[in-house]
């Protein structure tokens, strides 16, 4: 009997280049500094805290559909402090989910339908582009140019149509570290004025700004957020991306919708896990301050070993990924050629730009994850030096 036809959504698409990467890193016994998770551990007080539920009686059962209510009401707290403005409704206006790309994937799932245009700001996480095409939607992809990774708000405004459901932001941006400006903000608010087009902000690097420059949230800008879906990630924030707890903060309206697919696609987030970060939450409350001098130091000490080295280094004003030119080393090899040798003969494992791209465009670039310790830095850019 012949076997059934399957008629693939996603034909196009193979395995994430994060997930390839750590496996060649794996095979090749290589520094992974490919895929974006540090590794040290989650602070101590946070690890106690879920050794502390994990052995509760009565933290083993679903949580309630929107997150516990004690940890919605505590990111409502901190929304309030860091941003300076009113705390969202924990009711009605946060929702806990499994991790963002849950938050993101869900938000697509709920607003975009067959036809709906979604703007790209591009490089872009990989995720996007296929978690719109999956809602029938269409990805209009808008170029960022290096070395900035600024948006033009003309190109921006000139992607724009009637048909435009949905613009999607990053900042602090994953792969360049770009930051968003309180004027970038205002240049949209002013683009989306009068019409229907709903914000969707990935803001999980919030609190990994550097050299004094604050992370501008779309929360802080009234009719931006009254149009907008907001996501944050415990996972980048506390070190523990394989926590998968992130959250999604949005109006009333919107978040209706949200939870209407979040109730269908996961329900609800590991149960001690959240009472765990509702601890560490309402017990040191200012963690997030101390993310830029944690994180800093790091990113310099990386530009400095690899200041004498061959690789062209990009400003990296956010998050925890620094983007280098290789072509004083190799100007022929494509990102993928050029990161899959580093890997094996250097020993390196890095992630090319390229993959952020939907149609693999080589702008010669690799991106280096940073989050990791002093020894596995120096180690790393010992290697790199000898390119």
Known sequence: MALPTIHSKLPDVGTSIFSV??????????????????????????????????????????????????????????????????????????????????????????????????????????????????????????????????????RVQA????????????SPHNPSGAVLTAEDLEALTALLTNTNTLVLSDEVYEHMVFDGIPHRSVLQHPALRERAFVLSSFGKTYHATGWKVGYCVAPPALTTELRRVHQFLTFAVSTPTQHALADVLEANPTHDQELPAFYQPKRDLFRALLAESRFELLPAAGGY???????????????????????????????????????????????????????????????????
């Open 21 to 154: 990467m750590t496996q060649l890193a794996q095979e090749c016994g290589a520094i992974n500094l490919a895929q974006g998770f540090p590794d040290y551990d989650p602070p101590q007080d946070l690890q106690a805290a879920l050794a502390r539920h994990a052995n509760t009686s009565g933290h083993h059962q679903y949580a309630p559909m929107p997150g516990l209510p004690r940890l919605r009401e505590a990111i409502a707290r901190k929304t309030a402090r860091v941003y300076g403005v009113p705390a969202p409704d924990a009711a009605t206006e946060i929702t806990v989910t499994c991790g963002a790309t849950e938050a993101l994937y869900a938000v697509l799932a709920a607003v975009v339908h067959p036809g709906d245009e979604v703007l790209v700001l591009e490089p872009a996480y990989d995720l996007y582009g296929p978690a719109i095409r999956l809602q029938g939607g269409v990805p209009v992809y808008v170029p960022l140019d290096a070395p900035t990774f600024r948006p033009d708000w003309n």
């Open 159 to 170: 992607a724009l149509t009637p048909r435009t459901r949905l613009v999607m932001l990053n």
């Open 321 to 387: 990924f620094q983007l280098a030119r290789y072509a004083r080393i190799s100007a022929t090899e494509t990102g993928v050629a050029f990161a899959q040798r580093l890997t094996r003969e250097a020993g390196v494992a890095v992630v090319p730009v390229s993959a952020f791209y939907h149609n693999s465009h080589d702008e010669g670039l690799i991106r280096f994850c940073f989050a990791k310790q002093e020894a596995t830095l120096r180690a790393a850019a010992a290697r790199l030096r000898e390119l």
